[in-house]
């Protein structure tokens, strides 16, 4: 792939952004391979559409030729540089779905509003009533609860852990090869202490 001369090309460049088509037809006839060879490179989503990013970068070339600036830099360097990745930015955003969003411009998420009631004015924090597991009856029966599982034997503990389970009293008698009886007897014992704590 030869490379293009510079000095004609920012001559021809500079043409075809003033309105001169020859001029257009030699930048096209110049950059046409060096710009479907980089869309392969930098776009391997897009090789089935090079030519449409192509024809895109000459659209942009002619929707605002006044943003092409020769002291700044070549030709080339501004189209591969500046054209091409907006081309590929316009072909890849046509392509999208309804409603998606592409790579650069992705939106924020939305702030979600704070919906709960407050109610009005604030009652004081003592005639506010406590109920669930921070209640004062709660925080008691499970300090209760935890004297009682220190203070039980293995097997007494094994039944509690299976109670805490939902397994049945046939289940927790099967696991630990006694009979049901016994762990109904355990379980009693267990109630009658909790009574008695409570």
């Known amino acids: 792939m030869p490379a293009p001369n510079p000095s004609?090309?920012?001559?021809n460049f500079i043409a075809f952004l003033a309105?001169?088509?020859r001029a257009g037809k030699s930048v096209y006839a110049e950059m046409r391979t060096i710009i479907l060879t980089v869309v392969r490179k930098r776009a391997a989503d897009l090789v089935n559409d090079c030519e449409d990013v192509l024809n895109e970068a000459f659209v942009l070339m002619l929707e605002a030729p006044d943003r092409f600036d020769p002291a700044r830099s070549?030709?080339?360097t501004f189209i591969m540089s500046v054209l091409v990745p907006d081309a590929i930015q316009r072909v890849r955003a046509k392509m999208?779905?309804?409603g998606s969003t592409t790579r650069r411009r992705m939106t924020g998420e939305p702030a979600i509003e704070a919906t709960f009631p407050m109610?009005?004015?604030?009652?004081?924090?003592e005639t506010?009533?406590?109920?669930?597991?921070?209640?004062?009856p709660a925080i008691e029966?499970?300090?209760?609860?935890?004297?009682?599982y220190t203070r039980a034997t293995r097997q007494l503990r094994l039944v509690i852990g299976g109670l805490f389970d939902g397994k049945s009293q046939t289940d927790i008698a099967a696991e630990m090869w006694l009979d049901r009886i016994k762990v109904v007897r355990m379980i009693k014992s267990l109630k009658e202490e909790l009574s008695c704590a409570a």
């Open 8 to 11: 004609n090309l920012n001559q």
């Open 19 to 21: 309105g001169d088509s």
């Open 74 to 76: 070549s030709a080339s």
């Open 96 to 98: 999208a779905r309804p």
């Open 119 to 125: 109610p009005d004015p604030m009652p004081a924090p």
């Open 128 to 136: 506010v009533p406590i109920v669930g597991y921070g209640s004062a």
């Open 141 to 148: 029966a499970a300090s209760d609860a935890r004297i009682i």
